[in-house]
């Protein structure tokens, strides 16, 4: 099955920065709405930044300011810029995508995940 791969997860302490990147095969990122989200065990997994397909970006009140979602048109990415992170910033993140690969095919779905740990 094809789905988005991220990378770019780790351990930093509080006010420290990473990058994440949400790639799949090919340009399909480069045209489709990508969502990345995070997941704390036993939590319900909630939404942190998206980017459409057109450019618009939407945010979570809770990293509003801090974090930054971008395409990248060189490596075919969506990232996303974490800078001043708080412990409370841990989770596994995860990036998920609509898009079809072929008409025929199912969407992308959720990756598998990467981990962020923030500590204080």
């Known amino acids: 099955q094809v789905r988005p791969v991220e990378s770019g997860g780790g351990s930093v302490q509080a006010g420290g920065s990473l990058r994440l990147s949400c790639a799949a095969s090919?340009?399909?990122?480069?045209?489709?709405?990508v969502t990345w989200y995070r997941q704390v065990t036993g939590k319900t997994r909630e939404l942190v930044a998206g980017?459409?397909?057109?450019?618009?970006?939407n945010y979570a009140d809770s990293v509003k300011g801090r974090f930054t979602i971008s395409r990248d048109s060189a490596k075919n990415t969506v990232d996303l810029q974490m800078n001043s992170l708080e412990p409370e910033d841990t989770a596994v993140y995860y990036c998920?995508?609509?898009?079809?690969?072929?008409?025929?095919?199912?969407?992308?779905?959720w990756g598998l995940g990467t981990q962020v740990t923030v500590s204080s």
């Open positions: 090919g340009r399909i990122l480069s045209r489709s709405d």
């Open positions: 998920y995508s609509s898009a079809r690969p072929c008409i025929e095919c199912p969407p992308l779905g």
């Open positions: 980017i459409s397909g057109a450019g618009s970006t």
